[in-house]
């Protein structure tokens, strides 16, 4: 059941409703939360600078917030906003005023004048190699059972690219050992999909399955495929907190937890020919434009170019 329009142009009421609206179409639970937040800073500032009636946010208020931004120093560290911040907490309103307008909450669109700071294109942080993956890999067993553990998820990681809350809900009954893949039910956007995994990965998850996964369960367990060392199903920090530590126990010199192994898969397939069209679809981007970058990362085609080609190579 959608909201009621609010009975007034007060700027709290219409966040309100947004809010509520966003939660009758769907959008999940932290969504709601990262955009609370961010409007709740919004009307702070609008509060104590502008007119807080609907109708005056306009885009000279949009510009003045995003100058706001841009002098705004952190109190912990001194330090600015980063680009892609001062960018959400724009597009955040930006949004917001255009489903306001388009429920005739808003009488002008005059908003849409405002364009959005362009933040570039950031890469990611340097991928674990092939070899490196291997090797830390290999460090979990030094940890028994528990490295067992530890070693399944790694290897579904690296095998299957899928994000870190994909991982965490996993169930028993999404491995297909004769298929050799595994079903995402309910990943980003909400959508079910299937992905490809290594028969190295099945091994493992077998392996934790027969010998290990029974001593974890108890009456919290469920059917979660991976369990934390207290039965429950991992939270997302564990997971993170896991990975990272193994990659320091590799004594390898690149940061990162979980998407290390989802950067490091997508690169290893563009390395090795994959079509990005098939990258984006293993990762299960919406857009295109969001797997483009692991074309940019992959240096294995522009090195071999460069060997033949560059005189200071030869």
Not at 235 to 250: G, N, R
Not at 259 to 267: F, K, L, M, S, V
Not at 290 to 306: D, F, G, I, P, R
Request: proline letters at 3%; charged letters at 25%.
């Amino acid at each position: 059941m959608l909201p009621i329009k609010p009975n007034s142009n007060a700027l709290s009421d219409c966040i309100g409703f947004y809010l509520e609206y966003c939660i009758a179409k769907g959008q999940s639970q932290a969504t709601i939360v990262s955009k609370e937040a961010a409007l709740s800073l919004f009307h702070k500032w609008v509060f104590q600078n502008v007119e807080s009636d609907i109708q005056y946010i306009d885009v000279t208020v949009l510009e003045s917030y995003q100058n706001h931004l841009i002098k705004y120093r952190k109190q912990c560290s001194g330090q600015p906003l980063s680009r892609g911040t001062i960018r959400y907490r724009l597009t955040v309103v930006k949004v917001m005023l255009r489903t306001l307008y388009a429920k005739g909450i808003v009488r002008s669109n005059n908003f849409e004048l405002f364009d959005l700071p362009k933040i570039g294109r950031r890469l990611p942080k340097p991928v674990l190699s092939e070899k490196e993956v291997i090797q830390v890999l290999s460090q979990a067993e030094h940890y028994g059972k528990k490295g067992i553990r530890d070693r399944a998820i790694m290897e579904v990681y690296y095998a299957s690219g899928i994000r870190r809350f994909e991982l965490s809900n996993l169930r028993l009954n999404d491995i297909d050992f004769e298929q050799f893949q595994l079903r995402v039910e309910q990943g980003k956007g909400f959508k079910d999909r299937y992905v490809p995994i290594a028969k190295r990965a099945c091994f493992w998850i077998y392996k934790y399955l027969k010998e290990v996964r029974n001593s974890l369960s108890n009456e919290f367990s469920g059917d979660s495929l991976f369990l934390a060392n207290n039965g429950k199903p991992f939270k997302a920090t564990q997971l993170s907190e896991l990975v990272a530590k193994y990659i320091k126990l590799a004594n390898i010199q690149k940061r990162g937890g979980c998407n290390q192994y989802r950067h490091a898969a997508a690169t290893h397939m563009v390395d090795n020919g994959a079509d990005i069209r098939h990258v984006q679809e293993f990762l299960g981007h919406a857009d295109l434009s969001t797997t483009q970058v692991y074309v940019h990362v992959s240096m294995a085609k522009l090195k071999e170019v460069y060997s033949k080609t560059h005189p200071a190579a030869k």
